[in-house]
Structure formats: structure tokens, C-alpha cells
């Protein structure tokens, strides 16, 4: 998480888009919609960062934690999706943190009624689009940075995606890849499983003998090492 990707110019246009930016708690947020949703998504994003601080307060572990901790019944949505998704990745729930907020906060945006959000939170990437768009990936140092490009067609969203790295950004990262990016349906859940296996990566062997079979079948993952890729599951069209 906290990686910024970049995301190119649409194929084409259905709906005129409207960009704007939130800054709030740690989270700078670059969004674009066809629907004019500044001041709600402000209020929904300070909504989200209260109901994590409200939980966080009463639960110091569930921030400081690298590994998955038990979610109460009545904690706030957004703290039971992290925490689910920590369950199933084995990282520390804070780890779906900025996925968490650009999901959520997408998915409110689309319930107003637009049929077009991206939402941004540093590189980690809620998208629902009717028209072809392009992400084009940064991998810090490796020659393959800025080299490839994901094309997110409609049927594919809403989708999440969401990287990690060791070289990029200011989270921590326990392996040395340049970037690890994962697409799934939920961002929340790309953001755990792109630290998961970020932390797995050490070094170019680690990630030419990565065992796939590892990894579900629902994410797709492509991750940088120097000069080398793993391509994997269900991605995106790669160019």
C-alpha cells in the first residue's frame, strides 16, 4: 500500500469526469467520477477514519498487530473487512487499511449514483467504470518500471487494485520486491495479499520459484524484481 500507480488518460469518454483531491488523517486520496461528489465523499472518508480511531482506541492490538486479531461482533464494517482479509493473508489487519478506505469509499460514491469512481489512497485503487481504462504500474528501480500497463475493461469492476513495496512508499515492508501488485474484487483484500506476498519476496530466486499454487484462484498477482515478473491468476490485459 501507500505505492502510487498511475493511472492514464481513459480510451474513451461516455461520461464527462470530474477529479478532485481529499486529504484527511493519512490518507490523500486523487479521485475521479462523473458525479460531483466532493463534499459527500469528504464526509464519508472522516466517517470511516472514526468509526477505525473509535475501534482502534478500544483495541490498541488490532493497529499495532503484524498478524491477523480477532474482530469483536460489533466493530464497524470497514474493521470487520480488514480484519477478514487479514485472516485470510496472515498479515496485521492494518495492512488492508488504504485498500479498506478506497473500497468503501468507492463503493458510497456508487451508491449516489455514479456509474464512474476511481478512488486513489496512495496506490491502492478502487475502480468501477463503464469505458476501457488504463493503470500503468511503478516498480521503483526496476528497469521494468512504468512499462506495463494494466487495461481494465467494465466487465472486469468493480475491482481493486493494490500494491506493495519494499523500494517505494513509506509502509513497512518485511521482503525486498519492488512492487507486488494484486487485483480482487475487493481492495481491501488486494491490499493484504499484495503485503503477504511482498513479504515473501527477498530476492529474484524467491520470486522465479514462487509456488502459485500457494495463492487463490480469485486474485491475480503480478509482481517486480530487478528485471524479472511473476504473471499470475486473474489479472487484467497486461500490455
Not at 160 to 174: D, K
Request: net charge negative.
Amino acid at each position: 500500500m501507500n505505492l502510487e500507480l498511475l493511472i492514464l488518460d481513459n480510451m474513451s469518454y461516455v461520461h464527462a469526469m470530474m477529479k478532485w483531491q481529499l486529504d484527511f488523517g493519512e490518507s490523500h486520496l486523487k479521485i475521479s467520477s462523473d458525479l460531483d461528489a466532493k463534499k459527500k465523499s469528504l464526509e464519508k472518508l472522516v466517517e470511516l477514519y472514526n468509526d477505525l480511531l473509535s475501534y482502534i482506541n478500544s483495541n490498541p492490538l488490532f493497529k499495532s498487530s503484524y498478524e491477523p486479531v480477532k474482530v469483536q461482533n460489533d466493530a464497524p464494517a470497514i474493521v470487520k473487512s480488514m480484519g477478514d482479509a487479514a485472516v485470510r493473508t496472515g498479515v496485521g489487519p492494518m495492512a488492508a487499511v488504504a485498500g479498506a478506505i478506497s473500497e468503501y469509499l468507492g463503493e458510497y460514491i456508487v451508491s449516489l449514483g455514479a456509474l464512474d469512481v476511481v478512488v486513489d489512497n496512495g496506490g491502492d485503487i478502487f475502480i468501477k467504470t463503464t469505458t476501457p481504462k488504463k493503470i500503468g504500474i511503478y516498480a521503483g528501480p526496476s528497469v521494468l518500471s512504468e512499462k506495463m500497463v494494466f487495461l481494465v475493461n467494465p466487465e472486469d469492476t468493480p475491482l481493486g487494485v493494490c500494491t506493495s513495496s519494499a523500494s517505494v512508499g513509506h509502509s513497512v515492508s518485511m521482503g525486498c520486491a519492488d512492487s507486488v501488485t494484486v487485483t480482487h474484487k475487493s481492495a481491501a483484500h488486494a491490499d493484504a495479499f499484495a503485503t503477504s506476498i511482498a513479504n515473501n519476496i527477498h530476492s529474484v530466486d524467491d520470486l522465479k520459484n514462487f509456488d502459485t499454487a500457494t495463492l487463490p484462484s480469485d486474485i491475480g498477482v503480478l509482481a517486480v524484481k530487478d528485471d524479472y515478473i511473476l504473471a499470475f491468476g486473474k489479472l487484467p490485459n497486461l500490455l
